[in-house]
């Protein structure tokens, strides 16, 4: 069992930035990946990003792409995501997840096990 917990939402205006922090405890030795994504009202939950567990793949969807930055560091068990030019089409809740061992793709909600109670990002206009 893995379990991660998410700190760091927050209201900003648009332009700001936020990080969002995902700290994981239990079995994380047998960690895949880590990813964040986030749910609209009124919207599907969609993949945010993603970093493998030793850190050297990361991936984002296209929405975020040189906005958003995934980092880990591996001595806290900790996954930030460093979100900035912040739109208000960011608003939603952000859940941060983990992947148990395998190697599913890292943008499919399937691929991950374990999951946070989310963190909500509110962008003002």
């Known amino acids: 069992q893995v379990q991660v917990v998410e700190s760091g939402g927050g209201l900003v205006q648009a332009g700001g930035s936020l990080r969002l922090s995902c700290a994981a405890s239990?079995?994380?030795?047998?960690?895949?990946?880590m990813g964040w994504f986030r749910q609209a009202p009124g919207k599907e939950r969609e993949f945010v990003a993603a970093?493998?567990?030793?850190?050297?793949?990361?991936h984002y969807a296209d929405s975020v792409k040189g906005r958003f930055l995934i980092s880990r560091d591996a001595g806290k068990n900790t996954v930030y995501l460093q979100m900035n030019g912040l739109k208000p089409e960011d608003t939603a809740v952000y859940y941060c997840?983990?992947?148990?061992?395998?190697?599913?793709?890292?943008?499919?909600?399937?691929?991950?096990?374990?999951w946070g109670q989310g963190t909500q990002v509110t962008v003002s206009s």
């Open positions: 997840a983990a992947a148990a061992a395998g190697n599913g793709a890292m943008g499919l909600q399937e691929t991950y096990d374990y």
């Open positions: 970093i493998s567990w030793g850190g050297g793949s990361t």
């Open positions: 239990g079995r994380t030795f047998s960690t895949y990946a």
